[in-house]
């Protein structure tokens, strides 16, 4: 028999109703024995995610006031959820107790206090699925993850897995139950609770999918599948039912925020396909994410775009002569504990491109003193209020012309085009262009690729 490791995220498990169709879903496939889920999340636009509600729980119990009420808060949610289950009042009573006692713990760590707070909604989610799944008389278990041996780097909020987790958690495959396996955290090696950053439910279940060697990993959320664009910005955007890895990757670092960008890295080790699905429409194809796609006939399978972005512009003549220069840039954006993400250049000069938010004003100032100092520029400036926008697709290589449809489509929209980038992947296009455009250059080019 095979084996998959499914998870559901937020939405998927944000009322007792959600709860039900989670368990259909993992009861109608005897393969499903590994079920990975996030906290409650958001039931309307206006609802807030439980997560976040644990965090302004904690946050109050840090600063003195308001903990009473945000507890209680989040007592009220699971409250709803275990009546409407109609599971026993033992399973709320473990919840209460366990969001008191998290709530007195030490909180001169802040960061450590508050991870050992917010983790705990993937942990009751996890607890009332298994309950819930126990009571129709199946025989599912949690997991603890401390106890199954998910072992991450001591970084609250900003964990990582350690390789030893993959052999500890190997047996996993062979439990005599089936698993409910709460997404998001995992311990130190010194026993701290540490949490992955948000959205990391999608990290928990790709670990698992990769230590266990599933057949798929199958996440679940709440759309049909992926879109060629995002949908808040694109009337009807095409549906993406195939993609690989690569391409995925190159989205979700554009701004597709379907999966967490860091979840595909353990399934495409372990080469596990990806199969993101619909908890609220099971029977919809989905998007298959793997090493290759068997659609070739798109070249460009996906736009995206992000406006968070600045460039640092330096010009200096015979700078191309210059040892060292490019290095002794970088060095001072390092020092500045900043990444940058890329650096088109010429022959006398180069631009970086760092993100925006990272990019305060003070860190502007101190930078740009060191450059004027260290490397002696002859122009130097920050453009601010950038957009990246990429096309992606693996097809693109093989396609004379991709390059000359997509700058056509932006100029006839009126797009203004500040740099192009085309990387030695060949699988994507990147071009720059003003903020202000974002929305527009999306458009044109989904259409161009898309409606022809
Ligand atoms: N519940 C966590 C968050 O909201 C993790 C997750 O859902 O993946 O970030």
């Known amino acids: 028999m095979g084996l998959k490791v499914c998870k559901f995220g937020g939405t998927s498990l944000a009322s007792a109703g959600q709860f039900r169709k989670v368990a259909d879903i993992v009861l109608s496939d005897a393969e499903r024995k590994i079920v990975v889920v996030s906290a409650p999340g958001k039931r309307s636009k206006?609802?807030?995610?439980?997560?976040?509600?644990?965090?302004?729980?904690?946050?109050?119990?840090?600063?003195?006031?308001?903990?009473e009420e945000a507890r209680r808060a989040i007592e009220d949610r699971f409250a709803d959820i275990v009546r409407e289950l109609d599971l026993p009042e033992d399973e709320l009573n473990t919840i209460i107790a366990l969001l008191r006692s998290r709530g007195e713990g030490n909180r001169n760590d802040r960061a450590r206090f508050i991870d050992s707070i917010k983790a705990l909604g993937e942990e009751f989610s996890a607890r009332l699925l298994a309950a819930y799944l126990r009571k129709e008389g199946h025989d599912f278990i949690y997991v603890d993850p401390k106890d199954a041996g998910l072992?991450?780097?001591?970084?609250?909020?900003?964990?990582?897995?350690?390789?030893?987790?993959?052999?500890?958690?190997?047996?996993?495959?062979?439990?005599?139950?089936?698993?409910?396996?709460?997404?998001?955290y995992g311990y130190a090696k010194n026993g701290n609770l540490v949490a992955f950053p948000r959205g990391g439910s999608d990290i928990t279940g790709a670990i698992l999918a990769a230590a266990v060697g599933a057949d798929v990993y199958e996440n679940f959320t709440d759309v049909d599948n992926v879109f060629a664009a995002d949908p808040r910005v694109v009337e009807r955007p095409a549906a993406i039912h195939e993609m690989t890895y690569a391409e995925m990757r190159e989205l979700s670092y554009a701004g597709f925020s379907v999966l967490h960008d860091e979840a595909l890295q353990p399934a495409f080790n372990a080469k596990i396909p990806v199969h993101i699905r619909n908890t609220n429409n099971p029977d919809s194809r989905g998007t298959l994410i793997s090493l290759e796609r068997h659609n070739q006939e798109m070249p460009v399978v996906g736009v995206a775009g992000s406006a968070d972005f600045c460039t640092i512009f330096l010009s200096k003549y015979l700078m191309n002569r210059e040892k060292g220069f490019g290095r002794r840039l970088l060095q001072i954006i390092e020092d500045a504990g900043l990444s940058y993400e890329h650096t088109p250049s010429g022959i006398d000069h180069i631009s970086v491109i760092l993100k925006e938010s990272?990019?305060?004003?003070?860190?502007?100032?101190?930078?740009?003193?060191?450059?004027?100092?260290?490397?002696?520029?002859?122009?130097?400036?920050?453009?601010?209020?950038?957009?990246?926008?990429?096309?992606?697709?693996?097809?693109?290589?093989?396609?004379?012309?991709?390059?000359?449809?997509?700058?056509?489509?932006?100029?006839?929209?009126?797009?203004?085009?500040?740099?192009?980038?085309?990387?030695?992947?060949?699988?994507?296009?990147?071009?720059?262009?003003?903020?202000?455009?974002?929305?527009?250059?999306?458009?044109?080019?989904?259409?161009?690729?898309?409606?022809?």
Do not use: C, W
């Not at 609802?47 to 904690?58: C, E, G, Q, R, S």
């Open 46 to 67: 206006s609802d807030t995610k439980v997560t976040d509600m644990l965090i302004a729980y904690a946050e109050a119990a840090i600063s003195g006031t308001g903990a």
């Open 151 to 184: 072992i991450l780097s001591d970084e609250p909020g900003n964990a990582q897995v350690l390789a030893e987790s993959y052999e500890l958690l190997k047996p996993l495959a062979d439990s005599p139950h089936r698993i409910v396996f709460p997404g998001f």
């Open 358 to 452: 990272a990019f305060t004003p003070e860190a502007e100032d101190r930078v740009l003193k060191r450059i004027r100092d260290e490397l002696q520029p002859d122009k130097l400036f920050v453009r601010r209020g950038i957009a990246l926008i990429m096309i992606v697709g693996d097809g693109m290589s093989q396609q004379i012309g991709i390059a000359k449809r997509a700058t056509a489509a932006l100029a006839d929209s009126g797009v203004n085009l500040e740099m192009i980038n085309q990387g030695a992947s060949e699988n994507s296009i990147m071009f720059g262009i003003r903020g202000t455009d974002l929305n527009k250059a999306i458009v044109a080019l989904h259409n161009e690729f898309f409606q022809s």
